[in-house]
């Protein structure tokens, strides 16, 4: 079964910290826990998201710049 990454609140998601730099990270790569894996935004402030779970092979689920619920699962992997 996957393991996954959950938003942890509702707002906009974002893959890398700034529009002109890279993603924190890329899909198919393995992820260590503390690993911050994007930002969701409310209300002009910004939250990091850390892997809480270890895993590889990471397949993102929600878009760059994509409206998330709180729970929505950002990304998957094995």
């Known amino acids: 079964m996957a393991k996954q990454i959950q938003s942890p609140l509702p707002g906009t998601f974002y893959r890398k910290p700034a529009p002109e ?3 924190f990270i890329e ?3 393995s992820i260590a826990v ?3 894996i994007g930002l969701v935004e409310v209300m002009k402030t910004f939250h990091e998201v850390k892997a809480e779970t270890a ?3 990471a397949r993102f689920q929600a878009e760059n710049e994509a409206p998330v619920m709180a729970g929505a699962v950002l990304v998957e992997m094995d």
């Open 21 to 23: 730099e890279p993603n």
């Open 34 to 36: 503390g690993d911050t």
């Open 27 to 29: 899909d198919g790569a």
């Open 55 to 57: 895993g590889d092979n």
